[in-house]
């Protein structure tokens, strides 16, 4: 097809289909003959979840906890997952947030699989091409199952010979968001979590907010934004008095320098819960909780520009996607719901590419609301916000939240046939009306 993936850093091999552009099975899977690298078994149970700190809620679990253990890969490893279905009523799936898998492995029920019934089982083969923070969860009943816990952090190391990817960092750790019957965890847990770094080191944060809402990053101390939805920001400056917001579904890596022997900074995340790093032995209290900052970091501008490997400005499709709000009673329920292009799930349009196409997305909210939309599949790159162009680093997205009365134009290639489910991320949004697919083969 000639086309690459879409910006630079990200992965070149999309592993979809030969030089002729034709398409065939076996660009939606992964070579079935190659054995893995990374394998996991995750087992899926519906029950009661402990939250360590708090209590316990009635959800669901992988492989006991919730979230569930976190997958860690290297760039370019084939990644095999055999996803057991124990004891969830509705049918369980895995969808690989983020990641750009072939899509017969995207996990959507009803869409690129059957939902796995108790029982059953399911395997999960993709090469991970893409260094970054990627979550799991199920994409059955997602309103429920990943509300009630069925998901898990994924994270994908930069290959040893690639290279140091944004700030070079020595200590890695994830924080995951997540909200259990309204208790705000950190990995989990009701708490803050330390960690324990040397003087100047450098600890690459791994934020991700499985939640329904807007999640805030702040700290008294400057940090960096080294990658936004598993993409490097290009030469991220310091963060000094504003907050990060990270949409549903998103996530943000965001490097802090520890400080001083007999020192902590403190990271708030997610708004609740902290991280705080540095000298195992100093108090806590060294670094006390500050307030939110009122302003947010614009990341249409941040980071310094370099050029994108597609050429935006002459798309070979373009597509508007206006969502606005339609008060109606659908199946006796009176309420709300969501339409894009004045059309509700599953009436909406097809979205129809073809390989290798540049696409643009012309999204409006007209709606009253705020909506993270989330394209599955494939990374968005960010060119303009309200009819103003970017101008940072290129601002890579899977998972971009769009307010009340904000445009965005956003472009992608479209690189990975198959059918991708391009949908509001507050998963009720979805259940009413807000979602839409990108299909092409
Ligand atoms: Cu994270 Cu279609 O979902
Ligand atoms: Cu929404």
Same mark, same amino acid.
């Given at each position: 097809?000639?086309?690459?993936?879409?910006?630079?850093?990200?992965?070149?091999?999309?592993?979809?289909?030969?030089?002729?552009?034709?398409?065939?099975?076996?660009?939606?899977?992964?070579?079935?003959?190659?054995?893995?690298?990374?394998?996991?078994?995750?087992?899926?149970?519906?029950?009661?979840?402990?939250?360590?700190?708090?209590?316990?809620?009635?959800?669901?679990?992988?492989?006991?906890?919730?979230?569930?253990?976190?997958?860690?890969?290297?760039?370019?490893?084939?990644?095999?997952?055999?996803?057991?279905?124990?004891?969830?009523?509705?049918?369980?799936?895995?969808?690989?947030?983020?990641?750009?898998?072939?899509?017969?492995?995207?996990?959507?029920?009803?869409?690129?699989?059957?939902?796995?019934?108790?029982?059953?089982?399911?395997?999960? &083969?993709?090469?991970?091409?893409?260094?970054?923070?990627?979550?799991?969860?199920?994409?059955?009943?997602?309103?429920?199952?990943?509300?009630?816990?069925?998901?898990?952090?994924?994270?994908?190391?930069?290959?040893?010979?690639?290279?140091?990817?944004?700030?070079?960092?020595? &200590?890695? /750790?994830?924080?995951?968001?997540?909200?259990?019957?309204?208790?705000?965890?950190?990995?989990?847990?009701?708490?803050?979590?330390?960690?324990?770094?040397?003087?100047?080191?450098?600890?690459?944060?791994?934020?991700?907010?499985?939640?329904?809402?807007?999640?805030?990053?702040?700290?008294?101390?400057?940090?960096?934004?080294?990658?936004?939805?598993?993409?490097?920001?290009?030469?991220?400056?310091?963060?000094?008095?504003?907050?990060?917001?990270?949409?549903?579904?998103? &996530?943000?890596?965001?490097? /802090? &320098?520890?400080?001083?022997?007999?020192? /902590?900074?403190?990271?708030?995340?997610?708004?609740?819960?902290?991280?705080?790093?540095?000298?195992?032995?100093?108090?806590?209290?060294?670094?006390?909780?500050?307030?939110?900052?009122?302003?947010?970091?614009?990341?249409?501008?941040?980071?310094?520009?370099?050029?994108?490997?597609?050429?935006?400005?002459?798309?070979?499709?373009?597509?508007?996607?206006?969502?606005?709000?339609?008060?109606?009673?659908?199946?006796?329920?009176?309420?709300?719901?969501? @339409?894009?292009?004045?059309?509700?799930?599953?009436?909406?349009?097809?979205?129809?590419? @073809?390989?290798?196409?540049?696409?643009?997305?012309?999204?409006?909210?007209?709606?009253?609301?705020?909506?993270?939309?989330?394209?599955?599949?494939?990374?968005?790159?960010?060119?303009?916000?309200?009819?103003?162009?970017?101008?940072?680093?290129?601002?890579?997205?899977?998972?971009?939240?769009?307010?009340?009365?904000?445009?965005?134009?956003?472009?992608?290639?479209?690189?990975?046939?198959?059918?991708?489910?391009?949908?509001?991320?507050?998963?009720?949004?979805?259940?009413?009306?807000?979602?839409?697919?990108?299909?092409?083969?």
């Amino acid at each position: 097809s000639g086309h690459s993936a879409g910006v630079p850093g990200a992965g070149e091999a999309s592993g979809t289909g030969g030089a002729t552009g034709a398409v065939s099975v076996t660009s939606l899977i992964a070579d079935p003959d190659r054995p893995a690298d990374v394998r996991v078994e995750l087992v899926a149970r519906e029950g009661t979840v402990e939250v360590p700190g708090g209590r316990s809620i009635e959800g669901y679990t992988v492989n006991g906890t919730s979230p569930g253990p976190e997958i860690r890969a290297e760039q370019g490893d084939l990644v095999e997952v055999e996803f057991v279905n124990e004891s969830v009523a509705d049918g369980a799936t895995l969808h690989w947030h983020g990641i750009d898998v072939p899509n017969a492995a995207d996990g959507v029920a009803g869409i690129t699989q059957d939902a796995v019934p108790v029982g059953g089982r399911h395997v999960y &083969r993709f090469v991970a091409e893409d260094a970054g923070t990627y979550w799991y969860h199920s994409h059955q009943v997602s309103h429920v199952q990943v509300e009630r816990g069925l998901l898990g952090a994924i994270v994908i190391e930069p290959a040893a010979t690639s290279g140091p990817s944004g700030d070079a960092a020595s &200590r890695d /750790v994830t924080a995951l968001l997540h909200v259990y019957g309204g208790q705000h965890t950190l990995n989990g847990r009701v708490a803050d979590e330390r960690v324990e770094a040397e003087p100047g080191e450098t600890v690459r944060v791994r934020v991700i907010n499985t939640d329904q809402g807007t999640a805030s990053v702040w700290s008294a101390e400057p940090f960096r934004v080294v990658a936004t939805d598993g993409h490097d920001v290009n030469r991220p400056s310091d963060v000094e008095g504003q907050r990060l917001l990270i949409p549903a579904g998103g &996530r943000a890596d965001v490097s /802090v &320098r520890a400080p001083a022997a007999g020192h /902590v900074v403190r990271l708030h995340v997610g708004g609740a819960r902290s991280m705080v790093i540095g000298d195992a032995s100093a108090p806590e209290a060294s670094a006390p909780p500050v307030r939110q900052p009122k302003e947010t970091l614009d990341l249409l501008a941040y980071g310094a520009p370099t050029p994108l490997s597609f050429d935006a400005s002459a798309p070979d499709r373009s597509y508007d996607y206006v969502i606005a709000r339609r008060f109606g009673i659908i199946d006796g329920r009176p309420g709300n719901f969501w @339409t894009i292009n004045g059309r509700m799930f599953p009436d909406v349009p097809m979205f129809d590419v @073809t390989e290798g196409d540049v696409v643009v997305m012309h999204l409006r909210n007209d709606s009253g609301d705020v909506h993270p939309m989330h394209l599955h599949g494939h990374h968005v790159v960010v060119l303009s916000r309200d009819g103003v162009a970017a101008s940072g680093s290129p601002w890579v997205v899977d998972s971009l939240d769009v307010h009340p009365g904000e445009s965005y134009d956003i472009a992608f290639v479209a690189d990975n046939p198959g059918i991708w489910s391009d949908h509001c991320h507050t998963l009720p949004h979805a259940v009413d009306g807000l979602i839409a697919h990108v299909m092409y083969e």
